[in-house]
C-alpha cells in the first residue's frame, strides 16, 4: 500500500499489487481502515473480473463494497458493520431526492464517465443489492456462487446482462418463486430501490438517536459519550442534527467535541456541512484548512456546492480558497470545481 500525496482525488486506487490510498485515512486511531479492506476487495471484483463499461460501474464498487462488509464483518464484527450499512442506506435515501431516475439504476442507460457516477447508488446500492441477494438465497449457497463466478470469469470483462444471466443459471435455475423474490431486474434497471431491500439495524445507533433528540430538544452535548463513540456512531450523531441551528448551539458543538481540530477526516466532513449549512463563521478557518490542505472530491466537490449555495456567505469564501487551493488539486477534481464555482 502506498500513501500518496494529499491531492490524490480518490479514496484509493486498486491498482495491482500496488493499492494507492488517500491519506485522508489516517485518522489516528485506525478507525478508517475499512477502506484497506475495500481497495484489497477489488483484486477480485474490479482487476480480477471487471465492469466492461462505466456504466455498470457497480459490478465493481457494489461488489468491493459488499466484500468489504464481509472482511468488516470477520474483523471488527456484525454491529460496526450494520452501523456502516445503516450510514450507507441513509446515503441512499438522499441519492434517491438529488439524483435523476436514470443515475438511480445499477446499469445506467446512455453514456456517462467515470466522474458523472453517484457513490450512493453505485457503490451502495449495488452492495445492497448483494446483501439482499445474500439474504434472500442463503449465505452459504450465495458464497459458493461468488468463488464460480470469480473462478469462471476470471480476467474478462462483464455487463449487468451477462451477470444476471449467469446468475440466473447457476443460482436461480427456472425457480419462479425464487425469481419473484429477486426482483433482479427492478435492482439493475429501475430507479429507486426494490421493496424487497431491508433497512439496515444498528442497535448502537438508538443511543446515538437519542443523544441526538436530546440535543435537539435544547440539551447540553454530552462530550463524554462522545468520547465512548467510534467515528460511526459520530457521524451518526452530525449527519441527524437538525440542519438549521442557532449560533450558540454550534458554539455547544464546538466547545464540547472540539470539532474544528478533529483528525478524523470523516467526522470533520460532516462538521463542515453544518458549519456551511449554518454560516458559523467559527468555522471558516477549519474549512478553509481542510479544502486547501487535501483534493479527495469525495470531501471537496460537496463543500463548494455548500459553500456556492449559501449566496453572499458562502460564494466569496469559496472562490477565495478555490483561488489559492486549485493548483493543488488533481485535475480530475479541478475540473469539477471549476463548473461549480464558475456556474
Not at 499489487?17 to 478508517?32: M, Q, V
Not at 442506506?89 to 453517484?118: C, F, K
Request: hydrophobic fraction near 40%; aromatic fraction near 12%; proline fraction near 6%.
Amino acid at each position: 500500500m502506498l500513501i500518496l500525496p494529499p491531492s490524490f482525488p480518490y479514496g484509493g486506487m486498486e491498482n495491482p499489487r500496488l493499492t494507492f490510498l488517500t491519506p485522508t485515512f489516517l485518522a489516528g486511531d485506525r478507525s478508517l481502515t475499512s477502506l484497506v479492506a475495500h481497495e484489497l476487495a477489488h483484486s477480485w471484483s474490479g482487476n480480477l473480473v471487471t465492469n466492461a463499461v462505466w456504466a455498470d460501474s457497480w459490478l465493481n464498487e457494489g461488489f468491493t463494497t459488499y466484500f468489504e462488509h464481509r472482511i468488516s464483518e470477520v474483523i471488527y464484527g456484525a454491529e460496526r458493520v450494520e452501523m456502516a450499512r445503516a450510514l450507507e442506506w441513509a446515503g441512499i435515501q438522499e441519492a434517491l431526492t438529488t439524483v435523476p431516475p436514470n443515475g438511480q439504476r445499477l446499469h445506467v442507460r446512455g453514456d456517462r464517465n467515470a466522474g458523472e457516477s453517484s457513490s450512493a447508488i453505485v457503490y451502495d446500492k449495488g452492495a445492497l443489492f448483494l446483501h439482499t441477494a445474500e439474504r434472500i438465497v442463503d449465505r452459504q449457497r450465495f458464497d459458493r456462487y461468488l468463488r464460480s463466478y470469480f473462478d469462471r470469469y476470471a480476467f474478462q470483462p462483464m455487463t449487468t446482462q451477462q451477470f444476471l444471466a449467469d446468475f440466473r443459471e447457476h443460482v436461480v435455475r427456472g425457480d419462479a418463486a425464487l425469481e419473484q423474490q429477486l426482483q433482479l431486474d427492478t435492482w439493475a434497471y429501475e430507479p429507486g430501490i426494490p421493496s424487497n431491500a431491508e433497512e439496515p439495524r444498528a442497535p448502537e445507533f438508538d443511543r446515538v438517536d437519542a443523544a441526538v433528540a436530546a440535543f435537539a430538544g435544547g440539551g447540553a452535548p454530552d462530550a463524554a459519550l462522545w468520547q465512548g463513540w467510534g467515528t460511526y456512531e459520530r457521524q451518526r450523531f452530525l449527519q441527524k442534527l437538525p440542519r438549521e441551528l442557532a449560533r450558540d448551539r454550534m458554539d455547544a458543538l464546538e466547545a464540547a467535541f472540539n470539532l474544528n481540530t478533529t483528525g478524523n477526516s470523516e467526522v470533520l466532513f460532516n462538521w463542515l456541512e453544518l458549519v456551511t449549512a449554518n454560516r458559523y463563521d467559527p468555522g471558516v478557518a477549519s474549512l478553509t484548512h481542510f479544502l486547501s490542505s487535501q483534493g479527495r472530491g469525495k470531501f471537496v466537490r460537496p463543500l463548494y456546492r455548500a459553500l456556492m449555495a449559501e449566496g453572499d456567505w458562502g460564494q466569496p469564501i469559496a472562490r477565495r480558497i478555490y483561488a489559492t487551493a486549485r493548483p493543488m488539486y488533481h485535475p480530475i477534481v479541478a475540473s469539477a470545481v471549476d463548473r461549480i464555482v464558475n456556474a
